[in-house]
């Protein structure tokens, strides 16, 4: 019993530590991934696989051209276009349950690259 | 489908496994129907079809539900519903780690003709499949179902080990399973062109799954487990299918199991369907 009271108080702890950092998911994303670089760079063939991904898997959310729909805000916006590649791959990773991004670490790094070379290209 | 106007699909991304579960939840909003199959003949029984048809729906980001439909048909004997079951899923950790917890509780009302075998526990074995439905299904099994659900993704590689613990409500000790499960998309990266048949949509796996005993009586003796090879195709216009011949290892096991399951997946349901009721559109 007290096992499982413990695993529920950590629980609810590190989902309270997750939601009282500050700033927008990209800002939270921690240092060692920030300076991640993108395997892919300005691929072409990496940005169109990663659009191909993009309508997949994120497109009934953030709308095919990425102005966002409901509650999913848009891509198109300075602090997605001038992040740093690590920082939407950490994004991709992780995704925020308390906001609804679900996490798309099921994705390959590879496919996951692809998609933050993507949306690199959006404006 | 009334609902084509709002919704796209989604490749369904879970993995190839049948039995085992990964910590993958779906994603909020989402709607995922499956059907789900499995047949075998039975050594000295007749050939059955146990089906399960699964409605999964994610509630939250942490907190995903469902709901089974099971039925079974015996060659020479009818076809009958044989029950329901009605899962939770919940994400421990909100964040990624190199292993991830899921606790998962189920309740099932099932009849003891069902053979749906999604799982394995206790010491089932295959001599409950062989035995005439006439008398089976009047025997009611209500359980509760607990999985502490542990995955990890690595360089391409998804590991999930689940331990099972199942008690019937009314007087009967708990029973124990496991699954554990290795699997791998046949590439890493996505072609640049829309295509059906390359590697990217394509995962094989491997699971092993099997009982654990009772309370009194824990431990391998005369429990049944499998090892099943399992694949999986992915649809670019969402449809997932998957196939997983499975082998008893143990005398208690069936000697031959074969999984199928065709899984769609319907991206922002909930969102389409309150749209539906609140603007009548």
């Known amino acids: 019993m007290r096992l499982i009271l413990f695993t529920l108080w950590l629980a609810v702890l590190s989902f309270a530590i997750a939601d009282t950092r500050k700033g927008t998911l990209v800002q939270q994303a921690p240092p060692q991934y920030v300076q991640l670089p993108n395997p892919y760079g300005v691929n072409e063939a990496a940005a169109r696989a990663g659009s191909k991904l993009y309508l997949r898997e994120c497109a009934a959310c953030h709308g095919e051209d990425a102005h966002g729909i409901g509650k999913a805000p848009p891509l198109v916006i300075q602090d997605v276009t001038r992040a740093a590649p690590g920082a939407l791959f950490w994004v991709l990773r992780n995704g925020s349950l308390s906001r609804g991004m679900p996490s798309y670490a099921h994705l390959p790094e590879a496919q996951r690259w692809q998609i933050v070379t993507y949306l690199k290209r959006l404006r | ?281």
């Open chain 2, 1 to 281: 489908m009334f609902l084509g106007p709002f919704v796209r699909c989604s490749s369904a991304a879970e993995g190839p496994f049948f039995i085992t579960y990964t910590h993958q939840m779906e994603e909020p909003g989402n709607l995922e129907i499956s059907f789900k199959g499995v047949t075998a003949g039975q050594d000295g029984g007749e050939r059955f079809l146990g089906v399960a048809d699964e409605f999964e729906y994610g509630i939250k980001g942490w907190w995903t539900t469902e709901v089974y439909l099971d039925g079974q048909t015996t060659t020479g004997e009818n076809a009958l519903f044989t029950g329901f079951r009605w899962e939770n899923r919940f994400r421990i950790l909100p964040r990624e780690h190199w292993i991830n917890p899921v606790a998962y509780v189920e309740f099932e009302d099932l009849n003891g003709a069902d053979k749906s075998l999604l799982e394995v526990v206790g010491h089932d074995a295959k001599a409950d499949l062989g035995e005439p439905n006439g008398l089976t299904r009047r025997e009611k099994q209500r359980e509760i179902e607990t999985k502490l659900i542990l995955s990890s993704y690595f360089k391409g590689w998804t590991l999930a080990e689940n331990l099972i613990a199942e008690k019937n409500v009314s007087h009967a000790p708990y029973e124990f399973g496991y699954a554990v499960g290795i699997s791998r998309p046949l590439a890493l990266e996505a072609r640049p062109e829309p295509c059906s048949l390359c590697r990217e949509n394509f995962q094989a796996g491997l699971e092993v799954y099997g009982g654990l005993g009772t309370q009194p009586h824990f431990g391998l003796f005369q429990t049944s487990h499998y090892v099943a090879p399992t694949l999986a195709w992915a649809l670019a216009n969402g449809t997932l299918f998957r196939i997983s011949p499975g082998f008893g290892v143990t005398a208690t096991s069936a000697r031959f199991l074969l999984r199928f399951s065709v899984t769609y997946e319907i991206q922002q349901f909930g969102r389409a369907a309150r749209r539906i009721f609140r603007d009548g559109q």
